[in-house]
């Protein structure tokens, strides 16, 4: 089964949890990648890598030395980054949880969570583990939809983004990507 169906099928299974249908671009990857900061980073931390869009990219830019961890929740799409990236260490796990699958302090964390589908608990949950978990010069890069991230729902992940972080920033809009996509990076 290609990487893209079997993406599809889990989010057939669990779209509160998949939250997107389709797998991001490489334009996306790519974008995410060199805001988070990637090719300087000493230890990089993804979540939520789905099939690998952005794993990948990661696994180029990251220097000689520079650690790498990958947690999803999805044991069935953790098993496919993990043989699709053998050398890659990958993760069936779960963001709540975070502190318990790294050791140190990651610099660059690359979120592929489908933010919107949470809930406001699930979310504050998340980037308390987040902000905890990074070092003090750590960079935080997650993607948003276009369009939908003025609706209730965008401007509330927003407002607490803005209660996490002290510096927010947000990318042009990346219109090669399904739905176009904009990366918001963050520091703590
Ligand atoms: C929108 S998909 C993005 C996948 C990929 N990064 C991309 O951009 O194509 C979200 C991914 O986050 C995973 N996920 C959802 N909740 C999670 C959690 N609490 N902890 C870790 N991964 C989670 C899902 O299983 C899914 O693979």
Not at 151 to 179: E, Q
Request: with cysteine.
């Amino acid at each position: 089964m290609s990487l893209t169906l079997r993406f599809i099928r889990e989010f057939l299974r669990s779209p509160g949890s998949v939250g997107a249908i389709w797998p991001s671009s490489p334009a996306l990857a790519r974008t995410i990648v060199h805001v988070a900061n990637v090719a300087d980073a000493r230890y990089v931390l993804e979540i939520g890598p789905g099939n690998g869009a952005f794993t990948g990219e990661i696994l180029d830019r990251l220097r000689a030395g520079a650690k790498f961890v990958a947690v999803e929740k999805s044991p069935d799409l953790a098993r496919t980054v993990a043989k699709r990236f053998p050398a890659a260490r990958i993760v069936a796990g779960c963001a709540t949880d975070l502190a318990a699958h790294l050791d140190g302090a990651p610099d660059s964390v690359v979120s592929g969570l489908p933010w919107a589908v949470f809930g406001a608990s699930l979310q504050d949950a998340i980037l308390g583990q987040i902000t905890s978990a990074m070092s003090q010069d750590g960079t935080f890069a997650t993607f948003a939809y276009f369009g939908p991230h003025r609706l209730k729902a965008g401007r509330a992940f927003r407002s607490k983004l803005d209660a996490h972080f002290r510096d927010i920033r947000r990318t042009p809009v990346v219109v090669s990507n399904f739905p176009p996509a904009f990366v918001y990076f963050c520091r703590r």
